[in-house]
């Protein structure tokens, strides 16, 4: 950890001593500026990219993994270094009146979790090259593309885009992407952060090269849980037994692992401890589903479909027996200002999504089918943290 890390740190603690001192390094949603024992995918990473460092623009690429493997912090963290070093050459691109070419490429990093729409696309590339903010609102798509035109067309080296979450349910497809990346000018090179296999998506029709990334190993995982632990709890706060614990049960899924992390820590916390117990991550492993979702995915979701979240988890089981109860129980409450049909229509669509399950009850009183209940696809206490400290 380097000194700016610890100074940080000690900044955001309040009141007293604690067993969490900073929720977000702890949080499974959020990326480390440097990933833990992610080397030799760094490396791999960066021999497909190393035509920049010639000022040149590297082939597209596919960069393909399971869930949990640690995919979007690597990336995410590499962009983010490399735009920092490209930042004497970038204020280049941003002069109205350009002296010179650029030497090197420019970096982007975009969510399409976050970047839904073809506005939503171009405005993020124009957004992180450019220092004068875009706006959001009256100017349209087309002007944003022919800003972008304008913008690379003076600028040789062009820009290196990443997209991560590639290919997800009800998210962009790999003809939409492909689409997008058509509309801007030839010097983008972009780089697809996604979980299919390369033999199951079409964007590995534009690449040069896939870049597959696996699962943690369960010692690479254990310093995954204790880096993060030194961050975000107290001295000691983690035993390294129930770090190793953790991680043999999470199968090499990063998400999983610090899931039950954060839950332990806030469980623990609510009990007013200092240090996490075994009974803390046995409850936690429980809680977190074995197939679960991206909490990112979850967080991403509109604000009213988040808000219906936040109420269910705090449901008793008696108002979970069914949908029909649920979105009773959800409807009343005073907070949530929609319709009993909007609250089932947002229960139906998260389900189809897989952000929710319906499961149907096993046996009825009454004639036709069984009703069905609602289960979550990720840990409740998570959820709920994590949403309150954004609230």
């Given at each position: 950890m380097d000194i700016d890390a610890r100074i940080k740190r000690r900044q955001r603690r309040t009141g007293g001593r604690r067993l969490v001192e900073d929720y977000e390094s702890l949080s499974p949603v959020a990326h480390v500026e440097e990933p833990s024992d992610r080397g030799p995918t760094l490396e791999r990473l960066l021999d497909h990219l190393d035509p920049v460092f010639d000022g040149q623009l590297p082939p597209n690429a596919y960069v393909s993994g399971p869930f949990g493997a640690g995919k979007s912090?690597?990336?995410?963290?590499?962009?983010?270094?490399?735009?920092?070093?490209?930042?004497?050459?970038?204020?280049?691109i941003h002069t109205s009146t350009r002296a010179a070419t650029p030497t090197s490429p420019a970096f982007a990093c975009l969510d399409l979790r976050e970047t839904t729409s073809e506005f939503a696309f171009y405005r993020g590339v124009?957004?992180?090259?450019?220092?004068e903010p875009v706006p959001e609102h009256g100017i349209s798509t087309a002007e944003l593309r022919e800003r972008l035109h304008d913008l690379l067309g003076d600028a040789g080296t062009g820009v290196v885009v990443a997209v991560d979450h590639v290919c997800e349910p009800e998210g962009t497809t790999g003809e939409e992407l492909v689409d997008l990346f058509a509309g801007l000018p030839s010097n983008v090179s972009w780089l697809a952060v996604g979980r299919r296999d390369p033999d199951e998506t079409v964007l590995t029709e534009y690449t040069a090269a896939e870049i597959r990334v696996d699962r943690y190993r369960r010692e690479t995982l254990v310093d995954l849980l204790m880096t993060r632990a030194s961050l975000g709890l107290t001295r000691q706060g983690l035993d390294h037994d129930l770090a190793r614990r953790i991680a043999e049960w999470a199968e090499g899924n990063a998400h999983d692992a610090m899931a039950a992390l954060f839950v332990a820590a806030v469980r623990a916390t609510e009990d007013e401890r200092a240090r996490l117990a075994e009974a803390d991550v046995t409850a936690a492993t429980e809680e977190v589903p074995r197939e679960s979702v991206s909490l990112a995915r979850v967080l991403a979701l509109p604000a009213n479909k988040q808000l219906v979240l936040r109420e269910l988890v705090d449901l008793p089981a008696e108002d979970r027996a069914s949908v029909t109860a649920t979105t009773e129980a959800i409807s009343a409450v005073p907070a949530v200002d929609l319709s009993p049909g909007t609250v089932k229509r947002y229960l139906y669509e998260m389900a189809e999504v897989g952000v929710v399950e319906r499961v149907q009850a096993e046996a009825t009183d009454g004639q036709g089918r069984p009703p069905s209940r609602v289960e979550l696809r990720f840990p409740p206490t998570a959820f709920r943290r994590l949403y309150d400290l954004r609230g």
């Open positions: 912090a690597v990336v995410t963290a590499l962009f983010a270094h490399l735009d920092r070093l490209s930042t004497e050459t970038r204020s280049i124009l957004d992180a090259l450019v220092e």
